[in-house]
């Protein structure tokens, strides 16, 4: 049984670009969350989705955005990169019925220039 | 507005003594806090929780501690390995909020031989 995968393990971007990262959940987990973790920091919530919508939402920027497909799966997309978005983006799913039954992807490391 | 705090950034302790982690919230509506565990180049890992109807819940060598009039909790770890070697994680959430976790900037334990 597969954890949460998420691709790429690692990307670089230029100020400006766009980014799309991406989150395949647990088996048997509907719901995905997003989240992020910037350097001696611990991980901020973006934002969740729940029967592919947005449901709940951090306090972040409209830059970023997202998508949950039939299949459960999601996309993290972040426009107009800036430097401060450089991070470690972790993804996280869980059946509706608990937070305690998280669980983590390794994340994707991006880095902008 | 760091509404979970951990205000130890290290800890180092000796093979086979306790580990205390401790761990503050300012948020009188959180009520399920977890601790998260994480080794470098891997997501974090749940370890245990606690419901804000409970003041300790155990699980094997790990028991967390939770004191709502100080929102104040603490994880304790006996005996101490080696292989607890990584960054713990205290997180918090309100119960109409699942999936919205907020994290402590995390610490960073030690156990040496």
């Known amino acids: 049984d597969a954890g949460v995968t998420q691709s790429p393990t690692h990307l670089i971007k230029t100020r400006g670009q766009q980014v799309t990262l991406r989150c395949s959940p647990k088996?048997?987990?509907?719901?995905v969350s997003w989240y992020q973790q910037a350097l001696g920091q611990g991980p901020q919530f973006i934002f969740q989705y729940y029967e592919e919508e947005e449901r709940q939402r951090g306090n972040f920027p409209d830059r970023f955005s997202g998508h949950q497909f039939p299949n459960y799966s999601s996309e993290l997309n972040v426009n107009a990169l800036l430097l401060g978005d450089s991070a470690l983006y972790l993804c996280a799913s869980s059946p509706i019925s608990g937070a305690d039954t998280q669980y983590f992807g390794p994340g994707t490391r991006l880095t902008v220039l | 507005d760091q509404q979970v705090k951990q205000n130890s950034p290290s800890l180092s302790v000796q093979e086979g003594r306790i580990s205390i982690l401790n761990c503050d919230y300012t948020n009188s509506m959180f009520d399920y806090f977890l601790w998260y565990k994480k080794y470098p180049a891997e997501g974090p890992t749940f370890l245990i929780s606690i419901s804000s109807i409970k003041d300790k819940n155990e699980d094997g060598r790990f028991t967390v501690f939770l004191n709502k009039s100080a929102k104040h909790l603490s994880l304790h770890i006996v005996p101490s390995q080696p292989g607890d070697s990584a960054v713990y994680f205290c997180a918090a959430t309100e119960t109409d909020s699942w999936g919205k976790l907020q994290f402590g900037a995390g610490t960073q334990v030690v156990v040496t031989p």
């Open positions: 088996s048997g987990h509907d719901t």
